[in-house]
């Protein structure tokens, strides 16, 4: 009787409604435990971030992927000042299932401009879970490196008879980049009638180095004085909001969610374009429902996104007469470019329109006192349009079709069963079956150059669908109240995206356009792209105290090997920029085509925290650590992974009396020396940070302040890509942007939030 007590609330931990703030009257027995805590799998080798953990980092970021950092495993990518993309276990990107209220999100854009975590701002997110490696098949799919799930926060009701109104307010300000912004939340509700206002407002300028990284200089021909240390293209501007209803009756509950972001610009110091525009509609309905059988899930979304690029502030926006090395009239507009059209370019416009339609219907089903039995379905329909309107010079007469009329659609079935052998062993097994259906519609240059890549492209077989299945088993021993240990086997499958089957260009400047990797190459599709499929081997060690609430050590090491990696070869024709120059570069910009090959990673994450002391006058003091290590090969070609965080560790000793949490932190990043030496990578030397941080809270008050990078060190990000914030970033000649310039870090930045609570 006490497993059969013990097996039901993990179902209901489990079940969709479980986290709604009072989300069913109906109280459950009182269930006495006896012995060790049963937690739903997995839990070990995954890592979570709830109100108080997110509270703290809003003041210091407006990227929700940066709420991440310090968590086993992850990194990130060097992006746009919002729109940071994470990468677990050195998998990145679209490797990543990332869900925001519970919408599998998708970049409609060729540099990945706008990830799915771009869409929520900090200050509206309530939680976060990341599944490092092996994902259950009911949060995974169409990926192979792990899931991560934001969510806002849970709806709140009033009790009974009576009506809840409350809401928040917060600003903050930054002084690297000049960075400040406000949100605003407020909620009024019922019993059973709930509705939420949520939006957020945040804006900086261009970002300093901890020094100077390169020649201080007018940006480009025609645009602003760029000091040496100043990072250009990092500016930003960006404004959510959201609108959010609950319903509920008993056990079950109906919610709406209407967002719309807008972004007019977001500048990006690592890609040759900027974005201009992202403007963004969603739409999420979901239900939840306890029964005397378990739970049920249901949800339908749709999202549209119109995005745009140009050359921005610090790029150079109007190209002159005569042969791309003329610079002679470079800078100066000319109000007869639409007559002349070959004479003069005003940017290179880029356009893109995504249409996202989804569903999903999961059921946690009691099977009996020990097993769980949790299935589920789904299915996505998404529409891509890309297209560069013409604007002069080499871009004229035609509009260029990137992708026309782009199709990506999943279907997806799974099933897992759970079951808890006794209070020591657990176990878990998943399947899913999951298939993708491809294509895309004829294309079209800007002129006569691009025709013979078009009609290659056009007289092509685009029709493509693949037949993915995932695996997942994953087992937990729990000897005793002290130590715990998880271990497991994942077969996970991605289909390619849009960009890497379907853009077909081999022009240069086309190609330049395509990048979601940073590196400054250029970058051309590949028709014939199979699936990638990992194969992930993960095992985690948790020992801790027995009541789990002071010391603990957490070690997983992990291993993957991934057949059909979609990675990258130089590309060869012959001709333009794919000649034999192309294939033997070593010291500039180089022009490659998505390719699969074979690949392996493995590593160690080690984390923890040791309480140091309990002091009357002083308070508690407490020490937590991370570290991380990951190792990535090509074994097709021997070359190294792209884009591998070095070993890396943060250290931290956190001070709590009464109202206040202070916090001192040290980051340390090792040399990155294993580079790609197909994408001519660029190497980063070892660095050290320093942070300060502390908070106080008093009843409904909150404030926030701290201190990053205090020493204003100078670092270049491992992750961060090849500078090219600023400059003639259109021309495919290598010179014409220098080659060989990290992104650099952020130089000291001093921060201060307030959030009132009403």
């Not at 008993?250 to 719309?260: A, C, D, F, S, Y």
């Not at 240990?485 to 330049?512: C, D, H, I, Q, V």
């Not at 070359?639 to 001192?664: C, E, H, S």
Request: glycine share 12%.
């Amino acid at each position: 009787m006490q497993l059969k007590r013990i097996t039901i609330c993990i179902a209901l931990a489990f079940a969709p409604g479980a986290f709604a703030a009072e989300a069913a009257e109906t109280a459950l027995p009182d269930v006495e435990v006896v012995g060790n805590k049963i937690r739903p799998l997995p839990a070990k080798s995954n890592s979570a971030l709830g109100g108080i953990d997110i509270a703290r980092q809003r003041a210091a970021t407006s990227d929700t992927a940066k709420l991440l950092e310090g968590q086993p495993g992850v990194s990130l990518y060097g992006a746009g000042g919002v729109s940071s993309l994470p990468a677990i276990h050195g998998l990145a990107d679209d490797r990543i299932r990332t869900k925001v209220d519970g919408m599998d999100l998708i970049s409609a854009c060729g540099n990945h401009m706008n990830p799915p975590l771009s869409y929520i701002d900090p200050s509206n997110v309530g939680s976060v879970r990341v599944f490092a490696g092996i994902a259950p098949v009911s949060v995974g799919g169409d990926s192979i490196g792990g899931t991560i799930m934001v969510e806002s926060a849970a709806p709140e009701f009033a009790a009974h008879d009576e009506t809840l109104l409350k809401g928040q307010a917060g600003a903050f300000y930054r002084s690297n980049g000049d960075a400040h912004g406000g949100n605003l939340s407020a909620t009024i509700a019922t019993e059973r009638l709930s509705v939420t206002y949520s939006g957020s407002t945040t804006e900086a300028d261009d970002y300093k180095a901890g020094g100077d990284f390169k020649a201080a200089g007018p940006a480009a021909a025609g645009r602003n004085w760029l000091a040496g240390d100043e990072v250009g293209s990092s500016m930003y501007k960006s404004t959510n909001q959201s609108l959010a209803f609950a319903l509920r009756n008993q056990n079950h509950m109906v919610e709406l969610k209407l967002g719309v972001q807008d972004i007019p610009y977001q500048g990006w110091p690592n890609q040759r374009m900027d974005m201009t525009g992202n403007d963004s509609e969603q739409f999420n309905l979901r239900y939840t429902g306890q029964y005397g059988w378990g739970g049920l899930e249901a949800r339908a979304y749709h999202e549209n996104t119109r995005h745009k690029m140009q050359f921005f502030d610090d790029k150079l926006y109007w190209y002159g007469k005569g042969a791309p090395t003329d610079t002679k009239f470079d800078g100066v507009p000319c109000a007869d470019y639409l007559a002349v059209g070959t004479s003069c370019a005003a940017g290179m416009p880029m356009d893109t329109e995504g249409r996202n339609t989804g569903a999903v219907v999961k059921a946690d089903i009691l099977l009996s006192a020990r097993d769980l039995l949790r299935v589920g379905g789904e299915t996505q329909r998404y529409r891509l349009n890309d297209w560069w309107d013409p604007s002069g010079k080499g871009m004229w007469p035609n509009v260029f079709w990137n992708i026309n009329n782009g199709e990506r659609d999943r279907l997806a079935l799974f099933g897992e069963w759970e079951a808890a052998w006794s209070a020591r062993w657990q176990t878990q097994f998943g399947l899913r079956y999951e298939k993708v259906d491809m294509n895309a519609g004829a294309v079209q240059g800007y002129g006569a150059g691009y025709a013979a890549d078009a009609k290659a492209f056009n007289d092509a077989d685009r029709n493509k669908s693949d037949d993915n299945t995932d695996l997942t088993a994953l087992a937990r021993y729990t000897p005793s109240p002290t130590q715990a240990y998880e271990f497991g086997f994942a077969r996970k499958t991605r289909s390619p995206n849009l960009y890497e089957r379907y853009t077909w260009s081999k022009g240069g400047m086309a190609m330049n356009m395509i990048n979601m990797a940073g590196d400054g190459n250029g970058y051309v599709g590949n028709l014939d792209l199979q699936p990638e499929v990992g194969h992930t081997l993960s095992a985690t060690a948790d020992w801790h105290d027995a009541a789990a609430e002071g010391w603990n050590v957490k070690v997983t090491p992990y291993y993957t090997r991934v057949e059909d990696y979609i990675d990258a070869m130089r590309c060869f024709t012959g001709a333009g920029v794919c000649n034999a120059a192309n294939l033997t570069r070593t010291d500039g910009f180089v022009f490659l085509q998505f390719v699969n090959q074979r690949a392996r990673l493995y590593g160690l994450d080690i984390s923890g925290r040791m309480p140091l002391a309990e002091t009357g006058g002083y308070g508690s003091f407490t020490a937590t650590g991370v570290v991380s290590h990951v190792d990535g090969k090509n074994e097709t070609t021997g070359d190294n992974l792209y884009n591998i965080m070095p070993l890396n560790a943060k250290f931290a000793v956190v001070q709590r009396l009464a109202g206040w949490t202070n916090t001192a932190e040290v980051e340390l990043v090792d040399a990155k020396k294993d580079v790609s030496s197909t994408r001519n990578e660029l190497r980063t030397a070892g660095y050290g940070l320093l942070n300060l941080r502390s908070s106080y809270e008093w009843k409904q008050f909150r404030f926030d302040m701290g201190i990053e990078n205090v020493l204003d060190k100078f670092y270049n990000d491992p992750l961060g890509g090849a500078y090219t914030g600023q400059g003639k970033t259109m021309p495919p000649v290598a010179g014409l942007i220098p080659w060989g310039i990290p992104v650099p870090g952020m130089g000291r930045s001093v921060y201060v939030g307030a959030t009132l609570k009403f």
